[in-house]
């Protein structure tokens, strides 16, 4: 049975930082593209960040680029997003998803290619 689990939400002021990290069990990280994803109250959730399950390569949604990095550690089967210079805007439940099929390299930013989701973590920026 496949879990992903997020920790490390919050409540920062405007500037801060807060890194999110994703731990998943019943599947091999090593093997699979990770995405993060948001939903702030009133919004359909919307793609954050993603990384191929190689690490290669990384893609993030403008309004975060620069800011946030998404990164992984095989080794502990975990991918984290840190999240600088945050912003009141990036308030929002933050969700990561794995896809259920390994070595997906298309489509990586999008919603329908993620299969499994974490029960998400709360990011709150205050002003």
């Known amino acids: 049975q496949v879990q992903l689990v997020e920790s490390g939400g919050g409540l920062v002021q405007t500037g801060g930082s807060l890194r999110l990290s994703c731990a998943a069990s019943?599947?091999?990280?090593?093997?699979?593209?990770m995405g993060w994803f948001r939903q702030a109250p009133g919004n359909e959730r919307e793609f954050v960040a993603a990384?191929?399950?190689?690490?290669?390569?990384?893609y993030y949604a403008d309004s975060v680029k620069g800011r946030f990095t998404i990164s992984r550690d095989n080794a502990k089967n975990t991918v984290y997003l840190q999240m600088n210079s945050l912003k009141p805007e990036d308030t929002a439940v933050y969700y990561c998803?794995?896809?259920?099929?390994?070595?997906?390299?298309?489509?990586?930013?999008?919603?329908?290619?993620?299969?499994?989701w974490g029960q998400g973590t709360q990011v709150t920026v205050s002003s």
């Open positions: 019943g599947l091999t990280l090593s093997s699979y593209a």
């Open positions: 998803a794995a896809p259920n099929t390994p070595f997906t390299i298309v489509g990586v930013t999008t919603e329908a290619l993620y299969h499994y």
């Open positions: 990384i191929t399950w190689s690490g290669r390569s990384t």
